[in-house]
């Protein structure tokens, strides 16, 4: 059994103005095998939380601890960290042109495995996950992410979560911009990597429709960069009904008190 | 810092004829493409480096190659080896062949050209095809000598080879170099700049395309401290199509200088230049000039453009300008594309948020900007030294 905890995580980002705090605090235990919901109204640094833990440099971590069971993931590079079994599925997945689909999961799936695939049987793997995700084979050939629309980036980002069966994944927002076809098929391909073993997960998402599909275990709300209350996918069904309204204020007087 | 410019002018229609012959008066100063030619150095001024043709160019780097005082000091050594099918010769100043493919248009050019003792000519004879590649190998003189050349290819009719052009070696080198594609001829000429590091190189190429030739060209730049190639294409009859391909690889410390000028005076003919460079290191320099002139005789020409440069570290700098003056309306198309970019921070965290190394996702960047041009060059020992080349840049600054 995995685990990640995030203890009193504090981040900044570099603004025009200066730097500003996103992260105010967060704590966090994911346990592999387990789904956590992460929900909060748009700008409460759900993304912000997602890519600190992964390691883009425009977010500096000012105090805290990400440990995955037992390291500190925040002493690692943004390779170290995926290599050690964290994912990140990207809201906005990056284009990176002249480099080919099928060069870039062979590199990745190399890096993360600690040795090259066999190609025969990469080829296979490669073919049927494509397959489950409903992707055309064309794309392998294609430069990674050009010229995706929304919903094929999103279904590319799940691919490489299949590929790359990292102990814990991140999904920030992979439900957002997907069609009703496109989000059964992402929310399937999401749903066969939780099942294929002791895995977690952390899904980052402002609506519940794609919790329609992925049922949690537990559901965080998100407000003003840190966790204002937890609970079961009960919760999820109370935000879908009223919304973020009662939890606008709740930092403040978590603050105060 | 990072600096870099990047300037687009286009103008249509309405510029002043005049000059582009021998000795004849100098052109107005709004065109840029019709341009004056001559064989002698005294028609052309000193340059003092305001210029337009030299603004962006150190002059102090060129060695003397532009005032007159860099007189040949050594000599090039030209080895020519490959497809028994092409004739070679090493001919006098006098050999009337030479000159034909175009005339020198700037002072460097002149000088070149009134200071080669031997020529080398390459002739791929009437309707033969060369199945092999030619190359054509140029040491430099040796540090701090200067040495005069002067090359000519010549496709014969219906003839189809590719020559591979590969300076290497170190010293002040200028010349010209003719690339002349006969009627239906297919020539293709691969140019390697892989000099020392203490290399200077002015070169001028005058390619020179008859009715429906097919021009291939490629430019490779590495190596020198200062380069600067000039590559003028004529279309001097009906139907030639130039495909002008180049890429560089700009280190710290060196100047790097592509001058493209495309002449169409002639109906229905076809250009597409793609150049590339990737910058990296303090003072790293490259310049890339595109000129396209569509003269009023040259309806139906289609012509694009295009230099995209990769700025690897900060201090590095690269000067982008597309230039396109067209004097007809019946055109099938024209335009031009230039850009440079930073090294994507987005790009490198999305590749190594998969696991892949950061230096490994450098390369895969890298090589992936480089791509689809390389993959035009047919020759597989060309390309894999190219490919290998650009390995060993990045792991030299290794940033």
Known sequence: MATLEIKDLHAEVETEEGSKEILTGVNLTVSSGETHAFMGPNGSGKSTLAYAIAGHPKYNVTSGSVLLDGEEVLEMSVDE????????????PVEVPGVSMSNF??????????????????????????GNLEIDESFSER???????GGEKKRHEILQLDLLDPKFAILDETDSGLDVDALRVVSDGINRYRESGDKGVLLITHYTRILKHIKPDYVHVFVGGQVVESGGPELADELEESGYVRFANKKEATVQS | MTESTLETSGRDGLDEQAGGQRNSAAPPRSSRGHRFTSYDVEAFEVPGGREEDWRFTPMKRLRGLHDGSASATGSLRVEVDGSSAAKVETVGRDDERLGTGGAPADRVAAQSWNSFTEATVVTI???TRAADPVTVTVHGPGRDSTAYGHLQVRAEPMSEATVVLDYRGSGVIGDNVEMIAEESARLSVITIHDFEGDATQVSSEHAHLGKDAVFRHFAVTLGGDLVRVNTKVTFADRGGDAEILGVYFTDGGQHQEHRLLMDHAQPNCRSNVTYKGALQGDSARSVWIGDVLIQAAAEGTDTFELNRNLVLTEGARADSVPNLEIETGEIAGAGHASAIGR???????????????YDQARRLVVRGFFGEILQKITIDEVRERLEAAIDEELAAVGV
């Open chain 1, 81 to 92: 960290r995926a290599r050690a079994g964290l994912f990140l599925a990207m809201q906005y």
């Open chain 1, 105 to 130: 999961l062979r590199s990745a799936a190399t890096a993360t495995r600690g040795e090259a695939p066999q190609i025969r049987h990469w080829v296979k793997e490669v073919k049927q996950a494509m």
């Open chain 1, 143 to 149: 430069s990674v992410n050009e010229g995706f629309s």
């Open chain 2, 125 to 127: 004879p009437k309707e």
């Open chain 2, 343 to 357: 090294f994507d921070d987005e790009q490198l965290f999305y590749l190594q948020a998969r696991g892949i190394p």
